[in-house]
């Protein structure tokens, strides 16, 4: 069974830093694109960043570019995304999620529960 | 970027009716398109992809039509764990991948 496992949830002060982690199990990691997706209290949802099963390739939303890291360590079987330099709209519950196709653009077949990110101070 | 605008923003519907969720990109995303259930404190479901494709444990009242730009979602006969938020995603032109704001469904 495919479970991904989201880490990190926390209250941090704008222009402060968070590391989210995922720790993925039930498939071979490596081989897949994996991505962070993010949802406002009360919004939709926004996507944030992918990585490609290597991590060779990483992709953002110009909303975090320069402030978001995404990473992912393989031998592990985690995802990882460096929030730094927090700002107050950041403010959402952050999913970490497997794309199903080979290419980085596709949908998402598997979902963590998330985890809650408030910049607040 | 594409933009994806989904209809109505709330569709108040009795169980056992018929419900039509529209999706629409601001340009041509081909079949390229997604479709996900989203209950209250639960992470998104994936329903359907490459626009019409039921994912895996989906059930056959659950379909999806569409190319280009106007993509349509149906439940054939809403039982009541059907009851939650859609969303659309355009995966042909990325980045950045996109979302509709998504459709409540709603009990009437």
């Known amino acids: 069974e495919v479970q991904l496992v989201e880490s990190g949830r926390d209250l941090v002060q704008p222009g402060g830093s968070l590391r989210l982690s995922c720790a993925a199990s039930g498939f071979t990691f490596s081989n897949f694109w994996m991505t962070w997706v993010r949802q406002a209290p009360g919004k939709g949802l926004e996507w944030v960043a992918n990585i490609k099963g290597d991590g060779t390739e990483t992709y953002y939303v110009d909303s975090v570019k320069g402030r978001f890291t995404i990473s992912r360590d393989n031998a592990k079987n985690s995802l990882i995304l460096q929030m730094n330099s927090l700002r107050a709209e950041d403010t959402a519950v952050y999913f970490c999620?497997?794309?199903?196709?080979?290419?980085?653009?596709?949908?998402?077949?598997?979902w963590g529960q998330g985890a809650l990110v408030t910049v607040s101070s | 970027e594409v933009v994806m605008t989904q209809s109505p923003a709330t569709l108040s519907v009795s169980p056992g009716e018929r419900a039509t969720l529209s999706c629409r990109a601001s340009?041509?995303?081909?079949?390229?398109l997604a479709w996900y259930q989203q209950k209250p404190g639960q992470a998104p479901r994936l329903l359907i992809y490459?626009?019409?494709t039921r994912a895996t444990a989906i059930p056959a009242r659950f379909s999806g039509s569409g190319s280009g730009t106007e993509f349509t979602l149906t439940i054939s006969s809403l039982q009541s764990e059907d009851f939650a938020v859609y969303y659309c995603?355009?995966?042909?032109?990325?980045?950045?991948?996109?979302f509709g704001g998504g459709t409540k469904v709603e009990i009437k």
């Open positions: 999620a497997r794309v199903a196709t080979v290419k980085g653009g596709g949908w998402f077949d598997a």
């Open positions: 490459n626009a019409s």
């Open positions: 995603q355009q995966y042909n032109n990325w980045p950045p991948l996109t």
């Open positions: 340009q041509s995303i081909t079949g390229n």
